[in-house]
């Protein structure tokens, strides 16, 4: 039967709350009197709901949202508002909070928002576990000269990696560095052929050429390809431009303190020091960027 923790400072609503889950659902309910007894009680055995009310001593609401998110990110969160504390509702569903009751309408509204939240829980556990079933997946896209593009795709790749079990969120963070250095290179440098140096030089001619380049032909017409593979050991990016291509052994040490400061040796140290292994191909307009996981990154 699943479990719903409710979370109240007040004995007289926590019995109300109770009651009405216990009448209107079939979920077991079980009672923590704040934030702090809440998570203890989660230590002990995880539930399928967490439902809390904001204002409480010790550790409020919004704090138990934000502890259950890190620790706990498959327990969604539903919090019961009062009049008078709508701000620190808006903040906890900005902390993760799934939805939310007003106390005053917890008898007709309580029922409905955990039947939809669970629902939707159910849904992301299961597919959490089809995704940890996943031996092998790729991965292909082609993207025009425009950098907006680069977070939702960088995020993208960011989720799989985490899909695959592949790294822990500090790696993951470390990943989309790298990928967004890689992809800058594949465009400016490589599409567009805007050479580093200019922006050294001014920062506004070169974003000036970058936006005149992105009309002309046949700048405008080229694509960046950028193909991802996953397994459960290791996770690799290939970033292709169409572009003239460099000599990859022309690049400055990134490691030399002199070019520490050099536009162009900041994208390679990041991608070397993120990454386990970097790749070029003869023609220099593709790098494969590569990430191992447990034993094979040893």
């Not at 790294?167 to 560095?177: I, K, L, N, P, Q």
Request: some cysteine; charged content about 25%.
């Amino acid at each position: 039967m699943p479990t719903v923790l409710v979370v109240d400072d007040s004995v007289v609503d926590l019995r109300l709350v109770g009651g009405v889950i216990e009448r209107e659902t079939e979920l077991k309910v079980q009672f923590a009197g704040n934030g702090v007894e809440a998570l203890d009680r989660m230590a002990e055995g995880v539930p399928d709901l967490v439902l809390t009310d904001l204002i409480m001593p010790e550790m409020d609401g919004l704090e138990l949202v934000e502890a259950v998110r890190s620790r706990f990110p498959l327990v969604p969160v539903i919090v019961m508002t009062s009049m008078g504390n709508e701000e620190v509702a808006i903040q906890a569903l900005r902390a993760g909070a799934a939805s939310y009751v007003p106390k005053r309408l917890i008898t007709r509204d309580l029922p409905e928002a955990i039947q939809k939240v669970l629902a939707a829980a159910t849904h992301r556990r299961s597919q959490s576990r089809l995704m940890c079933c996943i031996a092998r997946a790729e991965y292909e896209f082609q993207l025009e000269n425009d950098a907006s593009l680069f977070p939702p795709l960088i995020a993208y790749l960011q989720e799989a990696v985490g899909q695959m079990g592949l790294s822990d969120e500090v790696d993951r963070m470390r990943v989309g560095v790298a990928l967004e250095e890689a992809l800058v290179n594949a465009m400016y440098h490589g599409n567009l052929e805007v050479d580093s140096s200019l922006k050294e030089k001014s920062d506004h001619a070169y974003h000036a050429l970058v936006q005149e380049r992105r009309q002309q032909s046949p700048y405008r017409d080229r694509r960046v390809c950028v193909e991802a593979r996953f397994t459960r050991s290791r996770a690799s990016f290939t970033i292709r431009d169409e572009g003239k291509g460099f000599d990859p052994n022309a690049l400055p040490d990134p490691t030399d303190p002199a070019n520490l400061e050099k536009a162009s040796g900041r994208g390679v140290l990041l991608m070397r020091t993120f990454m386990d292994e970097i790749t070029y191909n003869d023609r220099g307009n593709a790098v494969t960027l590569t990430k191992y996981c447990g034993d094979a990154a040893g």
